[in-house]
């Protein structure tokens, strides 16, 4: 399909990262329902903050599929040039590097997509990564600070001269946040400047919006965000149609209860007894939007404080959806 560096990506759909949703657990996931990449969730440049429960855990990278992709945000060239080193050094076979997170605590700190702003900074951190390691570097990306300042098409060019192996790009500048019409144009041009692998991000939802988006923009891959939460299943999905045309059958609510059950157990071994059963709320929360009439049980689901109380609690509204849907068969 493409290549990153030595690494063959066997699938043309892509798991974005996204801080406090794509950990261990949740990689591992997808990866085994048909994500060809996943990338984990952004570790800061500042190694002072490494020593943190939060940065262990966004480090801890056992059992996982190779290629090891690892996400480093921060604005200085030589502390990004540090800490991608430090992270190879921790298993990381790809460096990714954030220039598109919009949030404004990483912003204040001139990071993420407030890089954009300053070409000759994101020049000079893209060069000290790359010089500093010998794994592929991608970078993901906006189409610029704000609707004024687009400059997606200057910022690729610059990667690619940097010798950055491919490029994520979400469509919107980082003044329009998460709102407004996603440029699949813009992505497409740069799929055309250049000749490294551009994957599409931004609002891709479906297998059928996958192929559209694919056909437009001539993008090696599609990344997929907020779609995936509770979803795990799309990359399947979209995998799926891509390569046969033809649309999978819905996901069986026998399948979303196995794979509900399996990822919260997860979520339990990874992050311990206690904060385990609190993660495992929003996925579940997550997974619970595409189930008709679960919000009385999402409610009392969330006071339940045990794992094991999740798995009983869950088992048997399943149960009763399963036979309902059985019955009414
Ligand atoms: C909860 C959340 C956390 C995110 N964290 C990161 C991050 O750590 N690094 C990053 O580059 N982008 C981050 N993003 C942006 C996503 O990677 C992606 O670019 C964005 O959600 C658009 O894709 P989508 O429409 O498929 O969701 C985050 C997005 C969300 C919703």
Redesign the pocket.
């Known amino acids: 399909m493409f290549r990153i560096g030595p690494y063959f990506i066997d699938s043309k759909v892509i798991l ?6 794509t950990d261990r657990p949740f990689r591992q996931l997808c990866r085994r329902l048909g994500a060809g990449l996943v990338v984990s ?2 570790v800061t440049s500042n190694t002072a903050l490494w020593g943190s429960r939060k940065s262990s855990l966004r480090m801890d990278h056992t059992g996982e599929v190779e290629p090891i992709a690892v ?1 480093i ?1 921060g604005g200085d060239p030589m502390m990004m040039a540090e800490a991608a080193q430090l992270n190879v050094a921790n298993g990381a076979q790809i460096i990714d590097i ?1 220039m ?2 919009p949030a404004k605590k990483v912003c204040k700190k001139v990071a993420g997509s407030a890089l954009l702003k300053d070409e000759q900074l994101v020049a000079d951190i893209l060069h000290a990564v790359v010089s500093a390691v010998d794994v592929p570097v991608t970078l ?1 990306f906006r189409t610029g600070w704000s609707t004024e300042e687009r400059n997606a098409l200057r910022i690729a060019r610059i990667a690619e001269d940097a010798g950055i192996s491919a490029l994520a790009l ?1 469509g919107r500048t980082r003044a329009c946040g ?1 709102s407004g019409e996603v440029e699949y144009d813009t992505i497409a041009a740069v799929v055309e400047s250049v000749s490294i692998p551009v994957f599409c ?4 939802d479906s297998a059928q919006k996958a192929k559209q988006v694919l056909d437009h923009t001539k993008a090696a891959a599609v ?5 995936a939460q509770g979803r795990p299943w799309i990359f399947r999905e979209i995998d799926h149609y891509l390569r046969t045309g033809q649309e999978s059958p819905d996901t069986s609510l026998c399948e979303v209860r196995d794979i509900l059950n399996s990822h919260l157990s997860e979520l339990n071994r990874f992050y311990g007894e206690f904060m385990g059963p609190r993660i495992a709320r929003k996925h579940a929360s997550w997974y619970l939007q595409s189930v008709p009439n679960s919000e009385l049980f999402r409610k009392k689901f969330n006071a339940l404080e045990t794992a094991q109380e999740q798995s009983d609690s869950l088992q048997s509204f399943f149960e009763q959806l399963i036979k309902k849907e059985e019955r009414a068969a």
């Open positions: 974005a990262p996204m801080a406090g949703v969730e952004m996400q945000a954030n598109g997170c993901k979400h998460f991000n931004g609002d891709i990344m997929i965000g907020r779609a």
